[in-house]
T-cell receptor, first 109, second 114 residues
């Protein structure tokens, strides 16, 4: 069946560092791919999405490119801020949506 | 403002009691969902509904029940049959069940069984 695997956390970085959170997937069809962010005590918010191969989703300085050849959708940001501290979920949606287990990110000032 | 509301934010229940979690949306979305979130396990689908008066079991429906009498509302009842109900519960909605449709989430309800 379909699945999503993302790097385990926590990931701890200093402010202004470069961020990569890896996400790979397996799917039988042609899924849409998503990154969601969850701040402490809150629900999930859509961060970005891509619906077909080679699409790049971007929002708030975050980017991710739908790579069909490597079945990946890695999240990147060039310079993180303390306010980016949260849990990040990679997800795919084919006939149903499947979430990864989440990666907790800590940004130190 | 359009969005999804869940109430209450924190809920405490004694073992053996049923409890109902509220979820309301004013986004005019057809599809609604309930997820359970446990530490380190991501989100697991409990129930979903694609249209009024219809709903389907998700991956972990045992011990839960839902209703969808109105488009805007999708309440979840956690019954006494649920063996380990303490968790964070998230409601979501989307325009439809189509693969490209984004799910929008409510703020969640944290249920603690005493």
């Amino acid at each position: 069946g379909d699945s999503v695997t993302q790097m385990e956390g926590p990931v701890t970085l200093s402010e202004e560092a470069f961020l990569t959170i890896n996400c790979t997937y397996t799917a039988t069809g042609y899924p849409s791919l998503f990154w969601y962010v969850q701040y402490p005590g809150e629900g999930l918010q859509l961060l970005l999405k891509a619906t077909k191969a080679d699409d790049k989703g971007s929002n708030k300085g975050f980017e991710a490119t739908y790579r069909k050849e490597t079945t990946s959708f890695h999240l990147e940001k060039g310079s993180v801020q303390v306010s980016d501290s949260a849990v990040y979920f990679c997800a795919l949606r084919d006939d149903k949506i499947i979430f990864g287990k989440g990666t907790r990110l800590h940004i130190l000032p | 403002d359009g969005g999804i509301t869940q109430s209450p934010k924190y809920l405490f229940r004694k073992e053996g009691q049923n409890v109902t979690l509220s979820c309301e949306q004013n986004l005019n979305h057809d599809a609604m969902y309930w997820y359970r979130q446990d530490p380190g396990q991501g989100l697991r689908l409990i129930y979903y509904s694609q249209i009024v008066n219809d709903f389907q079991k998700g991956d972990i429906a045992e011990g839960y029940s839902v209703s969808r009498e109105k488009k805007e509302s999708f309440p979840l009842t956690v019954t006494s049959a649920q063996k380990n109900p303490t968790a964070f519960y998230l409601c979501a909605s989307s325009v439809s069940q189509a693969g490209t449709d984004t799910q929008y989430f409510g703020p969640g309800t944290r249920l603690t069984v005493l």
